[in-house]
């Protein structure tokens, strides 16, 4: 019996970081890319030169052609700029998946690059303290059964149980580390069922396409312009979008609006059950302050308006990751009193908790451009999370078209005979297929 020899490394650059691994005979054309000393051994700092780009695009196609899983990261070395110095490092870099760790390998980035970095994490740690989550397994609150109060409706034992363990963001997002102690039973499968699973809902597509496991493995998803079918090992993803073959051959790139009618969810829904994922971790120190955002997450109530959310595209997190930023007594008044940095999949969430002392936190234009200041809202979209009305998912995609990528096209009965191996057989090298229904 042959032993296979893997490898596993990280790349990390401006654009993020990536972890690289699989059998050593798939990668070793991707690994002779790569700079080496006068002995042969791989150096930590790369640079992007001609001659680096003119070896990936050499080994591209064998790579594509030996694993078409290889794509993203063929993208992913592409969008690296020319001259561009990037890490290269054994191992998986983003095991330690802690807000700090992340800041810590893109502060060596950026400057061995002699780039300011954008977060100024000395300014951060002036006005916030900062508790991280999700690098490793963690079981918040009170250990003794006996002793817990719940968080979210403040009952004890013997009104409510503690039966099972809460997960602090839902499972079915990835989430296999971070548990609330202090949440009950009931309200752990009652009360916050119906936010928590729109708020799966708004993110279930993304989970599918990119294949994560939650509470009930890799799903398939039956959307109203979109299949995604992960029975299979590899996967397939059909979209039912009105294009023709010559215009998909000439394109390098296509944006797709991805619907799925029956995955509804409502705005405000969302911004609670980001608020409830917060609570279940902060400190409990904090929630007495927060019992009007508890009060309010847990009800039907709804309010006409909340604050901003600030969101935008990061590295691919498996686990969810938290970050709760609480703001020191000497801080600026005007600040918000706690910010919440969530990760999932290649999404930020940025958000503050609305309601503190009582009182509904408002953000004024000053204090806007402060937080602007302080955690670079610049590279992120403004989004208003308070409309309660109930919307369809939706989803917008940029496919992006490799070059030298193949489609051909086929009936629509054959396609649907033959099964992801024998397509594969009978068309090797193909990208993609173009289905023609009318034949």
């Keep these: 019996m042959n032993n296979i020899v893997k490898v596993d490394f990280s790349i990390c650059t401006i654009n993020g970081n990536l972890n690289v691994n699989g059998p050593f005979n798939v990668l070793k054309g991707l690994i002779s890319i790569f700079q080496c000393d006068d002995r042969g051994h791989l ?76 977060i100024d994490v000395g300014k951060v740690g002036n006005i916030y303290n900062v ?22 409706c403040n009952e004890k034992l013997p009104t409510v149980t503690f039966k099972d363990h809460a997960h602090a963001i839902s499972e079915s997002l990835g989430n296999k580390l971070l548990f609330c102690n202090e949440e009950c039973d009931n309200c752990n499968h009652k009360r916050f069922s119906e936010i928590e699973q729109e708020f799966i809902n708004a993110h279930l597509i993304l989970y599918s396409l990119f294949r994560k496991k939650g509470k009930q493995g890799i799903l398939n998803v039956n959307g109203e312009n979109i299949n995604i079918d992960n029975k299979n090992t590899s996967g397939s993803v ?19 609006k991805i619907k799925e009618p029956s995955l509804k969810y409502s705005p405000q829904n969302l911004y609670k059950c980001l608020c409830k994922f917060a609570v279940s971790i902060i400190d409990k120190g904090h929630l007495k302050r927060l019992s009007e955002t508890i009060r309010w997450l847990g009800s039907d109530c709804t309010k006409s308006k909340l604050p901003t959310i600030w969101v935008r595209l990061c590295e691919m997190h498996d686990q969810p990751l938290i970050g709760i930023f609480v703001k020191k007594e000497t801080a600026d008044s005007t600040l918000p009193e706690f910010v919440i940095i969530l990760n999932i999949l290649n999404i930020q969430y940025l958000y503050v908790l609305p309601f503190v002392d009582d009182n509904e936190v ?47 096209s086929i009936n629509k009965s054959e396609f649907d005979i033959l099964s992801d191996k024998e397509l594969e057989k009978k068309y090797p090298n193909i990208s993609g297929f173009f289905i023609n229904k009318n034949a």
């Design 43 to 118: 150096l930590m700092i790369q640079t992007a030169d001609d001659v680096f780009f003119q070896k990936l695009h050499t080994v591209s196609g064998e790579l594509k052609a030996a694993d078409p899983r290889s794509y993203g990261l063929i993208i992913f070395l592409e969008k690296i700029k020319i001259n561009e110095k990037f890490l290269f490092t054994s191992g998986n870099i983003n095991a330690d998946r802690s807000f700090n760790n992340y800041v810590n390998i893109q502060k060596i980035v950026y400057e061995i690059n002699n780039i300011q970095y954008p």
């Design 131 to 152: 508790y991280c989550w999700g690098d490793k397994k963690a079981f918040i609150g009170e250990g003794n059964r006996q002793k817990r109060v719940c968080r979210f």
């Design 238 to 256: 059909e979209i039912k979008h009105e294009t023709d073959l010559d215009t998909l051959k000439n394109i390098e790139s296509h944006n797709f």
């Design 362 to 408: 408002i953000l004024s234009e000053s204090a806007r451009c402060k937080l602007k200041d302080v955690f670079d809202l610049s590279t992120y979209t403004e989004v208003d999370f308070s409309s309660d009305k109930k919307m369809p998912m939706t989803v917008l995609i940029n496919i992006e078209i490799p070059e030298g990528a193949e489609f051909i």
